[in-house]
T-cell receptor
């Protein structure tokens, strides 16, 4: 089976840096995704990690440690529009299913 | 390119009614998925398909059926709707094991 854990809610200040953690347990592993979802909208893709290490993409970075079953999403220079839910998702090895965690709701305050 | 198109956007059903949620993609993606999202929760996989004629169950398939007669279309059928099926339904597609592209969702209420 698969289990994905991430914090339910986080609050941060505009202009700051926030790290959203995700831990997972899977019967196999073929990659980890981060998606952003604004209220009332569909999720949109942010990042995809297959190998260990840090992937940087503008203000957003994602880190993966396969041996620890751990990932984080780092958001820099927070903006009010970054207030959203951030979904960690895992694709199991040998399968085609992408399984999502419950998501972390991020509130950015002025 | 329209991407992934879902219809309808909203629907209210009575208990015991049936309906089909439509999903179509024009990106020639082989993989298609149906998820449901309950308020404040993540997405739960209902069914998925890796190509025309091939479907498989996800995490929460009970009460639903799917078919995949073409690459473009992946309808989700609800038989005998129940209040527990009140949710937002998202269809998604992907090219092999890459990122998912989502439709705009269908908000379904069963009363």
């Amino acid at each position: 089976g698969q289990n994905i854990d991430q914090p339910t809610e986080m609050t941060a200040t505009e202009g700051a840096i926030v790290q959203i953690n995700c831990t997972y347990q899977t019967s196999g592993f073929n990659g980890l995704f981060w998606y952003q979802q604004h209220a009332g909208e569909a999720p949109t893709f942010l990042s995809y990690n297959v190998l260990d290490g840090l992937e940087e993409k503008g203000r957003f970075s994602s880190f993966l440690s396969r041996s620890k079953g751990y990932s984080y999403l780092l958001l820099k220079e927070l903006q009010m529009k970054d207030s959203a839910s951030y979904l960690c998702a895992v694709r199991a090895r040998g399968g085609f299913k992408t399984i999502f965690g419950a998501g972390t709701r991020l509130f950015v305050k002025a | 390119n329209a991407g992934v198109t879902q219809t309808p956007k909203f629907r209210i059903l009575k208990i015991g009614q049936s309906m089909t949620l439509q999903c179509a993609q024009d990106m020639n993606h082989n993989y298609m998925y149906w998820y449901r999202q309950d308020p404040g929760m993540g997405l739960k996989l209902i069914y998925y398909s890796v190509g025309a004629g091939i479907t498989d169950k996800g995490e929460v398939p009970n009460g639903y059926n799917v078919s995949r007669s073409t690459t473009e279309d992946f309808p989700l059928r609800l038989e005998l709707a129940a209040p527990s099926q009140t949710s937002v339904y998202f269809c998604a597609s992907s090219l092999t094991d890459e990122k998912l592209f989502f439709g705009s969702g269908t908000q379904l209420s069963v009363l």
